[in-house]
């Protein structure tokens, strides 16, 4: 079966209480996306039959809803044009269709692809995903993370506040729990000394990668530090810093696998 898919079928109205992209002005209704289910394990699920629109002239058309737009670019390998998005698009509250949502991606364990998935889906969804793997008895790869880091031994030597710029920047664009480890350190060594302007650069970035992000790179990178030692420390500074009151969490563990 031929059918729309990919930020095309993304871009056109589905059948599911789901968001979608609707950057539909920005596409090029003339080069769009057609696939065929026998290509895919996915075969004809999340497919709706008979569409048409006549804003981008489809008549009579085959198309992915968004859950099956999603699993065709992740089976794919498109990750870039997924990431920070595909949350949003599939998000969701009903925890039985978030469940159908990750079954699905399970799927995918079979591919080659699978290291770069389930990578990408720790990042999406974090914690979420961590948990329905730990449920279904899917592997979840720790990551073996180095903190005995230089930086520590540089800050003497240049301004704390250069590095620190540095460390917050590295916190925001990577997943990495050395960074996490250095930000604390430096929090806990050297406030007093940083720029106000530094101070809220930190305090932004905790409000960006919060509580949520903090349990998730805790439990899944292992590292030669006590990552429990460490969660702590975040959280008592994350209150410190006043953060805490939209929270419910009393504090963040750490499995077993990780410490």
Same mark, same amino acid.
């Given at each position: 079966?031929?059918?729309?898919?990919?930020?095309?079928?993304?871009?056109?109205?589905?059948?599911?209480?789901?968001?979608?992209?609707?950057?539909?002005?920005?596409?090029?209704? !003339?080069?769009?996306?057609?696939?065929?289910?026998?290509?895919? *394990?996915?075969? #004809?699920?999340?497919?709706?039959?008979?569409?048409?629109?006549?804003?981008?002239?489809?008549?009579?058309?085959? !198309?992915?809803?968004?859950?099956?737009?999603?699993?065709?670019?992740?089976?794919?390998?498109?990750?870039?044009?997924?990431?920070?998005?595909?949350?949003?698009?599939?998000?969701?509250?009903?925890?039985?269709?978030?469940?159908?949502?990750?079954?699905?991606?399970?799927?995918?364990?079979?591919? #080659?692809?699978?290291?770069?998935?389930?990578?990408?889906?720790?990042?999406?969804?974090?914690?979420?995903?961590?948990?329905?793997?730990?449920? /279904?008895?899917?592997?979840? @790869? *720790?990551?073996?993370?180095?903190?005995?880091?230089?930086?520590?031994?540089?800050?003497?030597? @240049?301004?704390?506040?250069?590095?620190?710029?540095?460390? *917050?920047?590295?916190?925001?664009?990577?997943?990495?729990?050395?960074?996490? =480890?250095?930000?604390?350190?430096?929090?806990? !060594?050297?406030? !007093?000394?940083?720029?106000?302007?530094?101070?809220?650069?930190?305090?932004?970035?905790?409000?960006? /990668?919060?509580?949520?992000?903090?349990?998730?790179?805790?439990?899944?990178?292992?590292?030669?530090?006590?990552?429990?030692?460490?969660?702590?420390? =975040?959280?008592?500074?994350?209150?410190?810093?006043?953060?805490?009151?939209?929270?419910?969490?009393?504090? @963040?563990?750490?499995? /077993?696998?990780?410490?």
């Amino acid at each position: 079966m031929l059918y729309v898919s990919g930020v095309y079928a993304l871009n056109l109205p589905c059948k599911l209480d789901l968001q979608g992209d609707w950057h539909m002005s920005a596409l090029d209704w !003339k080069k769009i996306t057609f696939l065929n289910s026998a290509d895919s *394990i996915y075969k #004809d699920y999340g497919i709706e039959q008979s569409y048409s629109n006549s804003l981008v002239n489809l008549y009579n058309v085959n !198309k992915a809803n968004y859950i099956r737009a999603c699993l065709d670019l992740l089976e794919q390998g498109k990750f870039s044009l997924l990431k920070t998005f595909m949350h949003k698009w599939l998000d969701t509250d009903d925890k039985k269709l978030l469940s159908e949502i990750f079954s699905q991606v399970s799927k995918l364990s079979t591919s #080659d692809k699978w290291s770069e998935i389930d990578d990408f889906m720790c990042h999406e969804y974090m914690m979420k995903w961590v948990r329905f793997k730990d449920e /279904k008895g899917i592997p979840n @790869i *720790i990551k073996i993370s180095d903190s005995r880091s230089s930086v520590k031994e540089q800050i003497n030597q @240049i301004n704390v506040n250069n590095i620190a710029e540095h460390v *917050i920047d590295d916190y925001l664009r990577r997943t990495e729990l050395n960074d996490l =480890y250095l930000l604390m350190y430096i929090c806990r !060594k050297y406030w !007093k000394n940083l720029e106000q302007s530094v101070k809220k650069r930190i305090k932004r970035a905790m409000t960006i /990668k919060d509580l949520e992000y903090v349990e998730f790179v805790v439990n899944t990178q292992a590292s030669f530090i006590d990552n429990q030692a460490l969660a702590n420390d =975040y959280f008592k500074f994350f209150n410190e810093l006043g953060l805490l009151s939209d929270y419910s969490k009393s504090s @963040i563990e750490v499995t /077993k696998e990780s410490k």
